[in-house]
């Protein structure tokens, strides 16, 4: 079954003995909450939070790092330089040859560095103190913003090259779309599978742009991921959607939007735009 | 009258005894659309705790228990992980593993209560080996999976091309199924059921990663590919590396204690839970044929190329077996600095990989991958055929 009904809806019938009870117990707003406060410290606090990237720029034929005149002046820190042979990153330095492996975080002094992207297109992100930045604002939780149902496979299966949430480039997958009610129109999006790092782990997820775009939400758009309910259902709350990492500090890239993916109406719930980053969003319809 | 004078007297005293998380605990994770079992196990250890992590009846030591007035810590250092909870009542814990994740805190539900989670049977008919197909979205990939009964009941492991997921364990609800791994970095749980001669399920990983997937009996034709089909070596010069030890020592194959001998490389990582399960093995072969000329290095890629950190995870690494062989800090752990540093291997793809050199140092064999005691019949054959060509390259004469 792939046709999407607001979780409300479904609680409703399931009273009347209609449907089976949706497993709503761990995606109630206490969770939302926990999942908020969690992300909230991970910015103020995680070594590798967008609050505390001060430089980022492709590895390409190479990058010097350090001394004042580097391509990335680092106060502090002695000449580096890092450089692509074969997709292997190395940082160089007159102590020796370091290995860098891709999304592993290398300490060198006060800073932090991660090495990202595909194999042959590094792009290296520089970490230092954090420089804080508001706590992300979010508009007050609506349940009639979440959606259960199925995914509808995708017409063209197959692989796209996209910038994610953190601005670095994936492989993603075409997971298919869902089609929801908004104000008494149906709205198709498009759903990517989207790679998490090392093992078997990835999140179904939807890049969106809005009627509140702009005004009260980042313009280039949000991320919401589809939450797995069982038997192929999924929960598509958009309480959740998330700003891209553009939205904190403007030395990430804002993922182009992705063709389709817009909902005429206003989408008031999830993150608003408390300010901080700087990049425009590149133009619709890019991808 | 007496009686109920003592009763009340424990009553009391049981009432004023401090909670204390020592005992066994009925665990599990909420994934997003699954219940992920294990065990938990914590004692009094001097003036702290100690505990153990248990898939099934295979336990696996936590790193560090951590008790303070109600708040439980239980660290997995190997993978820089922890869970953080809340005593209860004293009869239950409730709060959330985590680590570090790259697009924010990568937390998962924690809950427990005391106890331990009864055993339950499989019928026959779950049991054996299946040929899977895990269903993605670009396309099939081949697993098996290998189903008995074991001390805790059902058990079983998936194997991919390139070795196995560790030990998973779980319970049967008639022609259902859940088993689960857990390891402080890995969060897996495969559920499916029988249908006629057919078993379906999902493949949970982590918090929300679902993977739907099919599989019929195994028929004994090959059903994965080795990744040793494509991991290949210079074998017309012998094998070459040099390596700092874990003290500092520069160590390369022209050392003494390796010329004219049989040597078995072994490329590891600490961070790596297939390397843990082959770890016990290489144990028992040098044990074995170490008197007859066999001798072993192991090759650590590390997970931050910082040799001090590196350097400590190793000797944990070292220390939790006894590994008796040098282990040396060969770089760090993708698959690209491996290739990079060992220019004589190609098609480089999976940890462990295992070499295999004759006494004129070259290489003999690779086997990428290992198959872990979980896969029973595999880890068996694997182990005879190690012996048989350890014991041929022994039988060899110095050229």
């Known amino acids: 079954m792939t046709g999407w009904f607001r979780s409300a809806v479904v609680l409703a019938a399931s009273a009347a003995g209609l449907v089976a009870p949706a497993p709503l117990a761990s995606q109630t707003p206490v969770d939302l909450s926990r999942e908020r406060r969690d992300f909230a410290g991970w910015l103020r606090s995680a070594s590798n939070s967008p609050f505390a990237a001060v430089a980022r720029e492709p590895v390409g034929n190479g990058l010097s790092l350090g001394p004042s005149g580097s391509d990335i002046p680092l106060t502090g820190m002695e000449a580096h330089r890092i450089v692509q042979r074969g997709g292997l990153v190395t940082l160089e330095s007159t102590t020796g040859l370091r290995p860098t492996p891709r999304g592993r975080p290398i300490r060198v002094g006060s800073y932090t560095l991660v090495v990202d992207g595909p194999a042959d297109r590094g792009v290296l992100t520089v970490f230092g103190a954090s420089r804080g930045g508001a706590a992300p604002q979010y508009f007050p939780y609506q349940r009639e913003l979440a959606f259960e149902g199925g995914l509808r496979p995708p017409e063209h299966p197959g692989q796209v090259r996209i910038l994610a949430l953190d601005g670095n480039e994936v492989d993603a997958s075409e997971a298919g779309s869902v089609e929801i009610p908004i104000d008494g129109a149906k709205v198709r999006l498009r759903v990517l599978r989207m790679p998490l790092g090392a093992g078997e782990e990835s999140d179904l997820e939807i890049f969106f742009r809005d009627g509140t775009n702009g005004q009260e939400t980042y313009p280039a758009g949000r991320f919401v991921s589809l939450l797995p309910l069982g038997g192929g259902r999924y929960r598509l709350d958009f309480n959740r959607a998330r700003n891209p990492f553009c939205a904190y500090n403007s030395i990430y890239p804002c993922p182009a939007p992705w063709r389709g993916n817009t909902i005429p109406a206003p989408i008031r719930g999830g993150e608003r735009y408390a300010g901080g980053g700087r990049s425009d969003p590149p133009d619709a319809g890019a991808q | ?399």
């Open chain 2, 1 to 399: 009258m007496k009686w109920a004078a003592l009763l009340a007297l424990l009553a009391l005293s049981g009432a004023s005894r401090s909670p204390t998380p020592a005992g066994h605990w009925r665990a599990a994770l909420d994934l997003a659309s699954g219940e992920l079992r294990f065990g938990l196990s914590i004692k009094p250890a001097g003036a702290g705790w100690r505990g153990e992590l248990c898939n099934g009846s295979r336990c696996e030591p936590l790193s560090a228990v951590r008790f303070e007035r109600d708040s439980v810590l239980l660290e997995m250092a190997d993978y820089d992980a922890v869970i953080a909870a809340e005593l209860r009542g004293g009869d239950s814990l409730a709060g959330e593993y985590r680590n570090v994740g790259s697009r924010g805190p990568r937390v998962i539900p924690f809950r427990s209560a005391r106890g331990r989670w009864a055993a339950s049977r499989a019928p026959a008919g779950l049991l054996g080996r299946w040929d899977a197909t895990f269903l993605q979205d670009w396309g099939t990939s081949p697993r098996v999976f290998e189903m008995r009964n074991g001390k805790a009941g059902l058990e079983g492991t998936i194997i991919s091309n390139t070795g196995d997921y560790g030990h998973f364990a779980g319970r049967v609800m008639g022609d259902s199924f859940a088993i689960a791994h857990f390891d402080g970095s890995f969060v897996y749980l495969l559920d499916g059921a029988l249908h006629g001669d057919t078993l379906r399920g999902v493949f949970h990983a982590g918090l929300r990663t679902e993977i739907p997937w099919i599989a019929v009996r195994s028929t004994g034709r090959p059903h994965l590919k080795s990744p040793s089909e494509v991991t290949g070596a210079d074998t017309t010069e012998p094998f070459h590396f040099e390596f700092p030890s874990l003290d500092g020592q520069t160590v390369t194959e022209r050392d003494e204690r390796f010329r004219g001998k049989v040597l078995l490389v072994d490329i590891f990582g600490s961070w790596c839970p297939t390397c843990h399960d082959a770890a016990p093995e290489l144990i028992r072969l040098y044990r074995r044929y170490h008197d007859r000329g066999l001798e072993m290095v192991g090759l650590a890629y590390e997970v931050t190329g910082d040799t001090a950190i590196d350097g400590r995870l190793v000797r944990r690494f070292r220390d939790k077996f006894g590994i008796p062989f040098p282990l040396l800090l060969a770089g760090i752990s993708d698959v690209e600095s491996a290739a990079a540093t060992l220019p004589q291997l190609h098609g480089f793809t999976a940890f462990p990989t295992t070499l295999l050199l004759g006494r004129d140092g070259k290489v003999r064999r690779v086997h990428a991958g290992f198959y872990g005691p979980a896969t029973g019949a595999q880890h068996k054959l694997l182990m005879r055929q190690w012996q048989r060509e350890i014991e041929a390259l022994l039988a060899e004469r110095p050229g």
